[in-house]
Structure formats: structure tokens, C-alpha cells
């Protein structure tokens, strides 16, 4: 017999905190991105599911700007419409009527599939929020404005927004504007060196976008993209291949790209910073976003079941796959769509390949040690070829350098210390006072047994 | 060989007029933030000009000083301008940490500047991480060090060079010219974008204000960079200072001060202050010459322009 009712309703204060937790504030503009190249494509008509020589983003523009007082990201791509507003650009996820609307009304291969990209971006920045679209239809051009003050929304019983007459913007597009910035995001966004850093991770994540040609500025200054190459000739040909996954056929694309970036180190130094440009490694795309990235862990393989871990001497090694898919749901990326669930079945389908490959280079790396010249000879003369121009190739071809069998030499490992001053004095002398003490070790030892001891 | 050994600290017309801008500008953090019982540290030598300006202009009590060199540090023990300055010796990364632990100074703002000889390598981006992360509330922090370029390489290497220190501190797409005329302020930009950025990360709840911004040449360029790692409840007030236009630590111009006589000093001195220009025609007709940018460093900073004497014995 019932006797009461437990109240089970959400506060909102609880929902904004959960999902605002688990993602970092680059992440978040991430997102607010990926919704602008979402609606880029959309007004393109479609989203190409391979790298598509004829894909032209180069009328679309993203401008972001942050500060220590204010963020705001306008964007020229088609922006939201009323309709959509209503019904679910501002709700908490997504029901399965929408969802089963958006497909039919092909808003697929889009990347976000949990209806909650903008919203847990914009409430983890501020708390002064104003987010205006302006759209053309049939009927004309629209404007509208959502403004949204956090604090007060919070207490107010209704979890709609609502949504006012607007002025329009210059194109047909999105303006989030924010201020009353969160407490360490206002410090975050004032800080020069996280805008370098989101920049570079812009440039990096949204490389094959700005390939197709959008523009996207940073506080006025454009993101310079990413060229994406590899090296080929003398024996060097990257691989580009689909992958088939019999088990998701016409459900889930797969493209994989593999090779040489850049030459392999000569050796490596620990003092060195092992990639100084953090850009070798696995890469996997999801309906053209990167969600992973440069990875070297075993998120994407590396020291798992018979993968090698990760050494600097694999640098150069560049890996790309690309999973599309109309049904987002099935491509491997977490909520915060910056990873990959490595549990995710289409992944693991595609591991296998991913390792042989990878195992192929770093097979290479290790034979090339002992014909370095040869090998150098070779890599140097290898010309960039841009990623749209890879042809398919079903092998990754690296030269074929015989394992030489060296007699083994006794060696000696010279180790010592000697005041800073007079190893930094020395570097100078070489030429390069912050010379790795590697390498100054090498040339005095060099040096010295020239002049000591003479030619061997 | 230690610097002392072969640079009178208290010459150099560029860095004296770079320590009393700092110092002028200290004075006026201390007006505005709870700075009374501040602790001044550095690297004292063997001359300790600027130990004296803290105790004497800014009326600071203690001071700490920090000689890694044990023929430096007998020195500087005898010649330690005042009973309440402590002598310290040992590395600055060692004898730091200590001393912040201590009862007698982890409560109280310091006014720390570390005055390097050298250029900013590893080892001073590891320190000037340390002392962002750990420097009490309130606290001033301002290190020098070396604005030449072969000190960071041929131009070809030093972008690489600088990013393996700075990491993202240092921007991206800089042209060659940042590496090259242009280094001293690359590396005063980088410098304080990397306090920012440790203070940031961090989120001490003041954060970290970038005050501190000088430039200078006498023998060789030098960098000061530095700010205020204020207490949440200063940062308003250390701001409005820092952005005020009494401030002097900031300068984007280079100091290069001319080595000038008494006499001609003097004798520039009585033409200022003036909006005009002192030209050069007014410089030959009092019987002397100079180049027209070093009249015009005279001008900017004669407030601060030091005079030396040379007392026979």
C-alpha cells in the first residue's frame, strides 16, 4: 500500500556540476568547434566519409576569442534554427524520436551523438550566457538570441531557456558569447601559454579540415593547420588502404593510412625531448574529428598484446585511421569525444592491422641502425607527398636494408661529471652552448683522440 | 670565475637605473599591499648595492643573501651591510626550499630576485617554477639573466633550444628576427608567460601579475622579468598599481644608458624636466657631443641616472 512519494527529480545545480566535471576546458572548445564544422558540412550537403579531394570548406570561418573577462566563438556555418532551438539544440541529451528524426533528416556522420556537446561546454565557462543564430529558410532570414543567466536559471523550476527576438549577424551562423567567467577559467584564458596550447591542438586535431579549407582564428591571429604528409620515394610508399569489418559492412567505414612523417632519429638523447613536435604516433578519427591524437600509449596499442611500447626511436611514424559512420553511436569515442574506447568493437577489429603495421616500422628502425648511412642516404632524398595525393596501397613499403650482422666491438661507456659552467663553456665552443651533454661527451672524446692519438 | 671577480657590481649605469625602477616601483606595492615585514632576498656578491636599497629606501629589516662560492660567501660574510642580513651558503635551489620552510620566513611576503649571471636554461626554469609554486602570499619575484643570443645557440638551433625550456610559454610561428635583434624580448615575453603559466596551473588564488619588465645593456644585455604573486584580496588593489601610470617596472624599450662624466651629466640634468627634445646643437654649444640615442636614454631615465666618483686614497 503506498504511503508516500520519494522524490527522485534532479537538481540542477547536481546535473551542471556531473557534466561539466569530466571534461578540461580545451575540450569544451573543442566541442563548440566541432558544432560549427558540423553545420559547415550541413550547408555543404553532406560529409565526405574518406579524405575527399573535392571537399571545400574554404567559404566557412570559426573566430574564437578568449580573455580573462569574456570567450566567444562565431562561426559563419548556416547557424540554428528555430525549430531546432525548440526542440533539441538546448535540451539535456538526445530522446530516441530525435535522434531517429535527425538520421532521417541526414544530420549524420556528425560526431556528436549524446546531445550535450554546447551545453556542457558553455556552462563550464561562464555564467553569463548569450547564444544567438542566425538562419535563412524559405521564408527569409531569422534571428534569434537564447540568453542564459546560470545563477538565476539554477533556481528557477523550469528547465526550458527562452528565446528572444535577436538582431541578425552578418551571415547566417552561431555567436556564443560568455562572460562571468568560472573561477580558474578566467586565469586559464588570460594565460598566454594555454592559448598556445589550444592553438597548437587546434591546428593538430582539425588538420584535415583545414586541408578541405575552413579558417579558423584565435584571438584574431588564423590557426595555421596542420600539413599532414609522408615522406615517399627510394623505397619509402605509405599505406592507404579500407579496412573491411564484415561485421559492421555499410554501417561503419574504415581508412587507414600509415609511414614515414619524417626520418627516423639518429639516436636518441634522454635529455632530449623525444618528439619536440608531438606529432608522431596513432591518430583515429571519428566522422573526420581526431579523438585521438599523436597517441603513443596503449590506448591506441603501444606495449599491448605483442606491440612494442613506445621508444623515441620510432619518431617519424605517422598512423591515421579514419572511422566514419552515419550512426554515431557505433564509432569508438568516449563522451568526451578525446578518446577512444578501446573496448569498442570496431576498434578492436582494426587493431590487428594497426599493429602489423606499426610493427613493420619499427622493424625498420631497428635494422636501419646498423646501416645508418645507407638508410639516411634514402630518407633524405624522400619527397613530402600531401595527404589527398596518397595513392591506395595495400603495403606499407620501407626500404629493404639487410640485417648486418656487425662483429661485436668492445665498447666503453665514458661516463663523468665536470662543472656546469665548463659544459655549457664547451657546447659554445661547438658551436651550440646548449648542446645535449651527449653530444658534447662525443665530440671531445672526438676532438681529443684526433689530436692525441691520431686517425684509426 | 665568479662574476665579482671581474665586475664591480655597483658600476653600470643600465643596470642601476633598471634596479631603482624595480625598486621605485616596489615602494609603491609596498604603499598598497600589507609589504611591512617583507623579507628582501637575493644574490648579494660581495657589493650588495641593491641589499641596501632595501633597507634604507624601502626600509625592509631582513634581507637574506645566497653565495653558492665558498671564497665568495667568507666575502660576502665580511662584508654584509647589516646586522639583520643573513648570509646563506649554497646553490639558490638549495638554499631556498630551506629557508621557505623555516618558522622566521614561510609567513611573510619576501621581495625575491634572483639575479642570474647566465642565461635562462633548465635549471632557472626549474627554480622559477619552484619559487612561483612556493613563495608565501603577497610575495615580489623578479630574476635577471642573460638577453645575448650565442647564449642559447646559433640562430638556427636557438628556437629549438628555447621551446625544449619554455615549452608553450614560447609562441608559435615567431619569425627568425624573434631569435635574433628581437631576442631580449622574446625572452622577456616567454619569461613571464611561463611565471603566468606555473602560477595558473597551480591556480594560486592571487595568481601571478606580471609586473616587471626591463630590458638593459651596458656590457652585455640582460633580461628582469618578474610580477606579484598576490593573495586573492590584493590582487585588486597590486593591479591597480601595476597599471597605474606612476609604475616603472615595465619598459618595452631597451635601457642603454651612456657613460657620461659628472660634468656632462650635470650639465644634462639642468636642461630637464622639458617637453622639447635636448638636441644636438644644444649639446655641441655646451662644448661636448653625444649620440642622439643616448640623449635621449639620458632624458627618459635621468631621475634614476647614477653618478660615479672615484675616491683616491
Redesign the interface.
Known sequence: MKIGTASGKPTKSFFVRMITRDITLQDCILDLIDNSIDGAWEQEGSRPTTIEQNADLSSYAVDIKISSQAFSIRDNCGGITQREAENYAFTFGRDDDTVEMLEEQHEDFSIGVYGIGMKRAIFKIGRNIKVRSTYEDQEGTHAFEVPIEVEKWIKEKKWDFDILNGKPLKEPGTEIAISDLNGGVSASFGNKAFENRLRKIIARDYALHFLYGIRITLNGRPVRGWNITFLAGEGFEPFRDTIPLPDFEDEVRVELLCGMAAPPPDEIDPEETIDEEDRFGWYVACNGRFVLSADKTAMSGWGTEGWPGWHGQYNGFLGLVFFSSPNTELLPVTTTKRNIDPTSPVFRAVQPRMRELTKEWTSYTNVRKAQLEKAKALEDKAKPVDLKAIMQSQSLNLPKLERVQKPKELVANILYNVPLAQALAMGEAFGNRMMPYKHIGKKTFEYCYKHLVGKR | MPSFDHVNYSLRPSKTIERLLAFDSIRLLMNALPLENMLYAGFGSIWFVDFHLAHKTLGLRDSVSIEADAIGYARAKFNKPFSTCGIYHGFSSAVIPKLLKSAAYKHRPWCLWLDYD??F?K?VADEVRFCIENLPENSIFLITFSGKG?????PT?RE??L??IL???????LELVSFDEELPHTLA?SAL??M??T??NL?RPG?FLEAFRLIYTDTSTMVTVGGVLPAKGSRVAAEAIINSDEWAGWDDEEIQAPLLTWMEASRLQQLLPREKRITKKEIRDMGFNLRADQLKSFAKYYRYYPYFAQIAS
Open positions: 647566465y642565461e636554461r635549471d650565442d647564449r642559447y645557440g646559433n638551433v629549438r633550444n621551446r625544449r615549452g608553450d610559454a614560447l609562441d608559435e610561428d615575453d608567460t611561463f603566468e603559466d602560477a595558473t591556480l595568481g
